[in-house]
């Protein structure tokens, strides 16, 4: 019969559904089943038949494969050959080890339910299929053992029943919500439970074939002796009696085991901190991962339009994406959700590790950048000066006539000493950027050697205090007198009429140059960066105070903004 297209994904997924709708109902009538395969024996055909159909309810339950996977030809194959060899050999001794499994099966499903109802209802699953192991199966499969053949059959026909009855009881107020979560199970405490089963049922075997006793009264002696003995291990997890127990001595064991990943984020940080190009620390870091995780085989990484490979391909892929980061992961078997969920963690810190990295080579390259710019920058505004001095003697020059002249020659061995010296200063800083000239003068010489640089400029020159023999470093203050003098008179082009007044003022605290000029303010928000960073403005106060700022910094100077009023603006220069 041809399925029309679409049909058959409608009536699997109307399955996977109906399953997860009705999981409880269905494990009811997995463990009726169960209940009639026991009844019939597992010799007789009706009991092997009734098995099989309680194995396939149980496929349909199960929580270990999600209800709408779909399995492989090979996985189907494989399943059927050994539910069929189990069917045709069906006898006791296997339906106890059944009954093991699936009690731990049962049992791992109760710890992920906090309501009442859906615990209530798993216990008592759970209690029905200990008590089969325990009343029925073992019974049977050792012949040897003693027992009241009277109270087994009133067992076996009242018991089962009841406890079916109070499960169904238990699920009817639950309805459709008593077990709507993805298929889930605690594999530790499943574990636990089958190897508590399988000791329990081997003592009371023992007990009985050694004391010649009856069967109950040794399945009653090793139940009371397991519930003392955890009794005890549980009071030795956490006595609170002035030691830290058994629970504290677990913790300090797993956290000192050297798990795998933990080896690899060992491997992460001590690899960031030594490597400096991102795209190594990327391909070292998944070779890392290859050696140290024994999931991965290899994989392949792409970002930033680099692709590189690591390792040996495999069939099972997995990709993680994270920031720009496609991390696809080659695996020997397929990756449970867990561990998806720490590979996805995995590959999210390599991410950030390797875009951390990435952001530190910008930050290497823009902070390299600037050093130039600021270099290039300060050796332009000293250059401009220069040629402010140039242009001065070239006026001289001019007012000279010839040129030839007393003043004017007095005036060409004062400036070009001066000129000379201050360009092989401007080399030098070309050479070095932190090279800065400290030589020390005499303040006073050196301010009237300002006042000969600026005979037509229309500056007023004051001088207060008592001059000494205080001494000052020339290039700085140099530096200051042009920047702030330059800035001043480039105001006066564009508001004429201002008066621009420098100042050499001597006090106790050193010596201080202002500069003041009697125009316009610096506006607020301009003035709040001056000095502090480079501020973009179409004439002065931009990168040359920063520069000025930062040398006198340097120098143990520190430059400020004493006034912004409207009609006196005044810059200082002061010792700090």
């Known amino acids: 019969m041809r399925i029309p297209p679409g049909l058959g994904d409608y009536?699997?997924?109307t399955v996977v559904r109906w399953v997860n709708h009705y999981r409880g109902a269905l494990l009811i009538a997995t463990l009726t089943l169960l209940y009639l395969a026991l009844l019939e024996g597992p010799a007789s055909a009706y009991g092997r038949g009734l098995m099989m159909a309680h194995f396939g309810l149980f496929l349909l339950w199960q929580p270990l494969v999600r209800s709408e996977v779909r399995l492989a030809p090979f996985h189907l194959i494989g399943l059927s050959l050994v539910t069929l060899l189990a069917i045709a050999w069906l006898n006791w001794t296997l339906v106890a080890f059944w009954l093991m499994v699936l009690a731990g099966l049962v049992g791992g499903r109760v710890f992920f339910y906090s309501g009442r109802g859906p615990r209530i209802f798993y216990l008592l699953a759970l209690m029905y299929v200990v008590a089969a192991l325990l009343l029925w199966a073992i019974p049977s499969a050792v012949p040897e053992v003693a027992y009241s053949a009277n109270v087994m059959a009133a067992l076996k026909r009242y018991l089962f029943p009841a406890m079916l009855l109070a499960m169904a009881l238990a699920l009817a107020p639950l309805g459709r919500s008593e077990d709507k979560g993805d298929e889930a199970i605690d594999l530790a405490y499943a574990l636990f439970l089958v190897f508590l089963l399988v000791g329990l049922t081997q003592g009371a075997i023992a007990y009985t074939l050694l004391h010649k006793a009856d069967y109950l009264s040794a399945l009653l002696t090793m139940v009371l002796s397991v519930a003392a003995i955890l009794m005890l291990v549980s009071w030795l997890w956490n006595p609170r009696v002035g030691f830290s127990g058994l629970s504290?001595?677990?913790?300090?064991?797993a956290l000192s085991i050297g798990l795998p990943l933990e080896q690899w984020l060992h491997s992460l940080t001590d690899l960031y901190e030594r490597e400096s190009d991102p795209f190594r620390l990327l391909e070292d870091a998944c070779l890392y991962m290859v050696r140290n995780l024994p999931w991965v085989s290899g994989g392949i990484w792409r970002t930033g339009g680099q692709t590189g490979m690591f390792g040996l391909s495999d069939v099972r892929e997995t990709e993680f994406r994270h920031q720009g980061l496609i991390l696809v992961l080659y695996t020997r078997h397929e990756l449970s959700p867990s561990v998806k969920w720490h590979f996805d963690l995995v590959s999210q810190l390599l991410a950030?590790?390797?875009r951390a990295k990435e952001s530190d080579r910008e930050l290497r390259e823009m902070a390299y950048i600037q050093a130039v710019h600021e270099t290039g920058a300060r050796l332009t505004h000293d250059v401009k000066?220069?040629?402010?001095?140039?242009?001065?003697?070239?006026?001289?020059a001019q007012q000279d006539g010839d040129g030839g002249g007393a003043s004017y020659q007095a005036l060409l061995r004062r400036q070009l000493p001066a000129i000379t010296l201050r360009l092989e200063q401007t080399l030098e800083r070309l050479r070095d950027p932190e090279f800065d000239h400290s030589e020390k003068v005499r303040a006073i010489d050196w301010w009237v050697e300002l006042q000969r640089s600026y005979p037509a400029k229309g500056v007023g020159f004051e001088i207060g205090g008592t001059a000494d023999d205080a001494k000052i470093p020339a290039a700085l203050f140099t530096h200051a007198a042009e920047n702030m003098l330059q800035n001043a008179i480039d105001k006066r082009a564009i508001e004429p009429g201002i008066e621009v007044t420098a100042r050499l003022l001597f006090d106790a605290g050193g010596v201080t140059l202002t500069v003041s000029d009697s125009g316009s303010p610096v506006r607020p928000e301009i003035a709040a960066d001056v000095g502090e960073r480079p501020v973009f403005s179409a004439k002065g106060f931009g990168i040359g105070l920063y520069q000025l700022a930062r040398s006198a910094?340097?120098?143990?100077?520190?430059?400020?903004?004493r006034s912004n009023q409207?009609?006196?603006v005044v810059w200082a220069l002061v010792a700090n």
Do not use: C, D, M
Request: glycine share 8%.
């Open 248 to 253: 504290t001595i677990a913790s300090r064991y």
């Open 352 to 354: 950030h590790f390797y």
């Open 553 to 561: 910094g340097l120098h143990g100077y520190l430059l400020e903004l």
């Open 385 to 396: 000066n220069l040629l402010q001095s140039l242009n001065t003697l070239v006026f001289a």
């Open 566 to 568: 409207p009609g006196k």
């Open 11 to 13: 009536r699997s997924n």
